[in-house]
């Protein structure tokens, strides 16, 4: 199990086993980005190969560099799972109107080989 809360600076990440889902949100510039996504990669390492199926959910505002490096690693592990032959895919939520969000979302999804969904929120909308 992960659970981690956000702060002002990073983001939420939490797994749901009964969706097989694992959901990070908010914001992601933390002081140490490598220190923060620690947790997640070592969880990843233990708990991913026993996982025939996951859903990885996404709405980062704003991510720093160095976030945008640990997404990639985190998106390469997933894409390497999927590639034994787990049901892998992710939905990528960004803000409406926030061009940046989509276009990095896009660059995200290009370097992939697992279903790749990009949804747009609009302004007030929940995040489901």
Request: proline fraction near 7%; charge should be negative.
């Given at each position: 199990?992960?659970?981690?809360?956000?702060?002002?600076?990073?983001?939420?990440?939490?797994?749901?086993?009964?969706?097989?889902?694992?959901?990070?949100?908010?914001?992601?510039?933390?002081?140490n980005?490598?220190?923060?996504?620690?947790?997640?990669?070592?969880?990843?390492?233990?708990?991913?190969?026993?996982?025939?199926?996951l859903?990885?959910?996404?709405?980062?505002?704003?991510?720093?560099?160095?976030s945008?490096?640990?997404?990639?690693?985190?998106?390469?592990?997933?894409?390497?799972?999927?590639?034994?032959?787990?049901?892998i895919?992710?939905?990528?939520?960004?803000?409406?109107?926030?061009?940046?969000?989509?276009?990095?979302?896009?660059?995200?999804r290009?370097?992939?080989?697992?279903?790749?969904?990009?949804?747009?929120?609009?302004?007030?909308?929940?995040?489901?």
């Open positions: 199990m992960i659970a981690i809360e956000a702060t002002k600076s990073s983001p939420r990440i939490v797994w749901d086993e009964e969706t097989n889902t694992l959901e990070i949100s908010g914001e992601s510039y933390p002081e980005s490598f220190e923060f996504f620690a947790p997640l990669f070592e969880w990843l390492q233990e708990q991913l190969p026993r996982l025939p199926r859903v990885f959910r996404v709405h980062i505002r704003y991510m720093n560099s160095s945008t490096k640990c997404m990639l690693d985190i998106l390469d592990i997933l894409t390497e799972r999927a590639a034994e032959g787990a049901d895919s992710v939905r990528w939520y960004y803000d409406a109107g926030n061009e940046r969000a989509l276009d990095l979302a896009e660059e995200f290009e370097d992939l080989e697992i279903p790749f969904e990009i949804l747009p929120l609009e302004p007030g909308a929940p995040y489901t």
